[in-house]
């Protein structure tokens, strides 16, 4: 019986730690391990996403030409763009898995190749570096090994039962096997300290969120904004909820956050939705889960966002943009503490506080029956309104030199300085955009001047060349979030990765590929 543990402990090791450590480590889309089998073929041993979910179909999603290659060949085969890579002009799957960053890794132990790791990213080009190469066959020596000793492990036991019908000779198969023991034991105490190692870290990063938004490290010296945080101070330790009433970029999602991190739930999760960028269906989907079978895709039950928040702070923004019929399913919610999963019979009851947002007068769309006045009043027990920067212009030096050291820090480069005239421009500025808009053009001027003060003419180059509309001004209607994102995309995602695009706009990754799917954006 010990000897079936340790399998399975290093089979779990094989699943989670490597496939999902590398995937969570690397800008890997999906992680795949392959090994050779006892014919020759290859068996997947491990096929996992970004989302630490299992990748359906493995067999028909990668290239085996690509992993064949690696395996008969020795070597480790990356690509930029495999699409348009010379080597693999013959390899159809190439094509017509659309694949584009890709990178894999060949298996050794003891002078033999034993499978291969195989990592893709078909979203982006250029994903994986020759460091990243470096590190990954690093980790793949360490890898190879644990894979063997599961190896030798399996093999004692059919020795054992080989034995027991008199076909092995006793002292050999008992050296191999004190041995196989004596190496997997010193795998799963290495990999027990690694995964003690990475729990400090989970602790370690939990406390940099609580000081990240602790609101007294926020940026804002007007005396509107040292309302709201003497607000956020009176409210954090309440459990009723909260609205953020805001336009777009203000920070409505960071005053949530600092809410919750300053909250006695802060050890519990902040989980996050955009009402207004997906549809009823996957909004219910997204806020309730679903169970196996409730609908074409759905090969397994998956919690929603009340269950992952449990305990914790779910943050609805854009509110008022929800269907009257999603309305009143969260009302119920908020009424009884409680909901099914999307195709689902059981009651799941739930402890969550919510935090709700708006650009939009909420008041003003009751009045238009467009929106619910029960639900309104659910959500709107206590109120922050964040005024728009043109409100807070003595906060705008402060929030360039913070966007600017940021910059400096992401490029690993000095921070550059804004000259006299450079900041008259950001004050004199209307920003219909807010601290996002500020934030977007300090980046890009910040990305395109190689000199270290910034002038006024740096600032002007990246705002619009006509007079910007601010809402309520009569000019022109304000675009939607979804809009802003839209044109954001468009404009620079030849210019930034992914990954950059959705760090500056504040979104992960694969809500920036969905979106992009919707909008038949090519990247």
């Not at 763009?81 to 898995?97: I, K, M, P, W």
């Not at 602790?214 to 101070?233: C, I, K, T, W």
């Not at 806020?287 to 305990?311: H, I, N, P």
Request: hydrophobic share 40%; net charge neutral; with cysteine.
């Amino acid at each position: 019986m010990p000897s079936k543990l340790n399998s399975r402990v290093v089979t779990g090791l094989v699943s989670f730690v490597i496939v999902d450590s590398v995937v969570e480590f690397t800008s890997a889309e999906r992680g795949f391990l392959l090994l050779v089998d006892s014919e020759g073929g290859l068996s997947f041993e491990a096929a996992r996403n970004f989302e630490r979910e299992e990748v359906a179909n493995p067999e028909s999603s990668i290239s085996h030409s690509i992993a064949r290659e690696v395996i008969s060949g020795g070597r480790t085969i990356i690509a930029t763009n495999a699409q348009e890579d010379s080597r693999f002009t013959e390899f159809t799957s190439v094509n017509e898995l659309r694949l584009r960053s890709v990178i894999s890794l060949p298996l050794k132990c003891r002078g033999a190749i034993i499978g291969a790791l195989y990592l893709d990213n078909r979203m982006q080009q250029e994903v994986f570096t020759e460091a990243d190469k470096e590190l990954l066959e690093a980790f793949c020596n360490q890898a190879a090994i644990a894979i063997s000793n599961a190896r030798l492990l399996a093999e004692k036991e059919e020795r054992e039962q080989q034995l027991q019908e008199g076909v092995v000779r006793i002292e050999q198969l008992n050296r191999e096997l004190e041995s196989a023991n004596r190496k997997l034991e010193y795998q799963v105490e290495a990999t027990t300290s690694e995964l003690k190692e990475v729990k400090e870290m989970l602790l370690e990063t939990q406390h940099e969120l609580e000081v990240k938004y602790h609101y007294g490290n926020m940026v804002g010296v007007a005396p509107r904004m040292q309302e709201v945080f003497s607000l956020v101070d009176r409210i954090k330790d309440s459990n009723v909820p909260v609205l953020i009433q805001g336009e777009s970029g203000t920070g409505k999602e960071l005053i949530a956050k600092a809410i919750h991190f300053n909250s006695p739930r802060r050890k519990k999760r902040f989980a996050a939705e955009n009402c207004a960028a997906i549809s009823d269906t996957l909004l219910e989907s997204e806020l309730f889960g679903y169970v196996k079978g409730a609908f074409t895709g759905a090969d397994k039950d998956k919690k929603g966002l009340f269950e992952v928040a449990d305990g914790g702070t779910l943050f609805l923004d854009e509110v008022g943009d929800m269907s009257q019929e999603m309305q009143k399913k969260l009302l119920r919610v908020l009424q009884e503490g409680e909901f099914r999963r999307v195709g689902g019979k059981d009651v799941i009851h739930v402890d969550v506080r919510i935090v709700s947002a708006s650009n939009k007068d909420l008041r003003a769309l009751v009045e238009e029956n467009r929106f619910r006045r029960d639900l309104y009043y659910r959500i709107n027990v206590l109120t922050v309104d964040l005024p728009p920067l043109r409100e807070r212009v003595e906060d705008i030096p402060f929030l360039a030199e913070h966007f600017l050291a940021e910059f400096g820090r992401t490029e690993n480069t000095p921070p550059k300085r804004l000259r006299k005239d450079g900041m008259k421009a950001l004050q004199e500025y209307p920003w219909p955009g807010n601290v996002r808009e500020l934030r977007n053009v300090l980046l890009g001027v910040a990305s395109l001047t190689e000199r270290n003060v910034l002038t006024a003419r740096d600032i002007t180059s990246k705002l619009p060349v006509e007079r910007p509309v601010v809402p309520g001004d009569g000019g022109m209607e304000e675009i939607t979030i979804d809009e802003y994102l839209r044109r954001f995309v468009t404009k620079y995602q030849s210019k930034y990765s992914d990954t950059r695009i959705a760090q500056i706009l504040g979104i992960n990754r694969k809500t920036l590929w969905e979106k992009r799917r919707r909008w038949v954006l090519q990247r």
